[in-house]
């Protein structure tokens, strides 16, 4: 502690390390300000190809809406699943930097066959073909938000910027989902295919120069540690074979590696500090007579404390991730009941009508709004409040996200009651065209689309952020991809739920909650249900949240 005051009151040492850090802060800076336009790009490329897809397989490669809907579908739930699959190369084999460097090649190429495939009229299996490799090589979101994460140090300071990097980089999504998803769809809408996709592929071709550029600018490089299904995998064996075994009490005596640097076994990871959850675990790493008389001891056999402690950490995060299951299914309402709601109202502005799907781009404003709010106004302020790094916890920070949307169902149900009271004094109107609406501005749906964008920053935002944090060094990719997976089982959850409730409501001749023309359902009793399923999985996520303990390393 003395030499770090004298350091500090201006030794010539002390001047050198200032220099040092300094430098080394501002390229730090440097290489996360090109990840985040990177990550911007990336996003702009893939809004700018997805947006509009569905309208490609139908006009250009005369699909019919069904065909069409299941090929856009197919491909997206693809590209939620293969970012697990980049995540697992990562940490495994590959490390952070070469995998995205690799799946950024895969998007150029991929980008590139679509772009052919549009401009020469190819055959539609070479489309495929081209989409298949963009989801591929897509698939690096996750390995991307812990490379920028790896960035910083583990002092108070640099944490503090860490935490602000994922608020940044989720921003950066957004800007290129905003312009992908309208200046791209525009330009494919007035100047045709060829050149509407030729944009997305130059913008892959310029990520994977401004991520080159940078190399020289990136602090750290996480190597990787190997399998880590099969470090799990030889825990629960290693733990079935020693179930007669009794743990000590004395944790002192369960097997680990013995370093002064505080590092583990497991290549590039710390030491973690051993926990009383899953005690039956623990025996994995109880060292009997017969480990003893082998050396080295099977890993089938004897584990380290590290090495059980990474399956509690994964094992702690399951609950948690769950709940974001729920979040995601209620989340997803905006691209689906949202736009039937808007369907039925009054789309006039002025002389232009606004499709119901568009009032989606308030969400995007709201958060591109509320990231710098949250982080220039709202962390300040609560970190003087609480004492807290970050303002509030990272479990605190996703429960007010929970609540958040709670209150968006909320505020799509009561407009929901409000139309149907409307609809039922003044009934339909028709207009010029021979469309009909509910005499009712589509621009009451807006309050609904911003509260969501504020759940988002809340919610998504803490689960990057969460789940890097709270992540074994050595699974870090992994556990930062359980959001996407979430986020796509959200997906198919909600799903479940329509399909659910058109069942159990759609009898004796009655229309249901959702029925084709929704002026004779109870969409509002369907938003009710959602919110009450919100304050369950609160009520849930607070327990959840009161059990878990936060991951320590060994210093």
Known sequence: MEAVEVESKGSHGGDADDRRTSRNDRRSSWGCTLLLVNNSLQYMS???????????????????????????????????????????????FLGRYWTITLCLVISVAGYGVVTASASAALQSAVFYAGLYLVALGGAVSPVMASFGADQFGDDESELGRQSSFFNWFYFSINVGSLIGGTVLVWVQTAHGWRLGYGIPALLSVVAVALFSAGTGAYRTHQPPGGSPLTRIAQVVVAAVRKCDVEAPDDVALLHEYDGDDGMSAIQGSRRLVHTDQFRFL????????GDKGVQPASPWRLCTVTQVEELKCVLRLLPVWACGIIFAAAFTQMSTTFVLQGDTLDPR????????????IFDTLSVMLWVPLYDRAIVPLARRLTGHRGGFTQLARMGVGLVILTVAMLTAGALEVARRRVLSRHGMFIGADGTEYVPMSIFWQ???????????????????????????DAMRSVCSGLGSAAFALGNYASSLLVAAVVRATAKNGQPGWIPDDINDGHLDYFFWLLAMLCIGNFGAYLLIARWYNYKKTVD
């Open 446 to 472: 807006v309050p609904q689309y911003v509260v969501v964008g504020a759940a988002e920053v809340f919610t998504f935002i803490g689960q990057i952020e969460f789940f890097y944090d709270q992540a074994p």
């Open 282 to 289: 623990d025996k994995a790493a109880v060292e009997t007579a």
């Open 46 to 92: 893939y809004f700018g190809l997805s947006t509009n897809l569905v309208n490609y397989f139908k006009v250009e490669l005369h699909a019919d809406s069904k065909s069409a809907a299941n090929s856009v579908t197919n491909w997206v739930g693809t590209s939620a699943i293969t970012p697990l699959a980049a995540a697992f190369l990562a940490d495994s």
């Open 349 to 360: 502005l002025g002389s232009f009508r606004v499709p119901a799907a568009v009032l989606s």
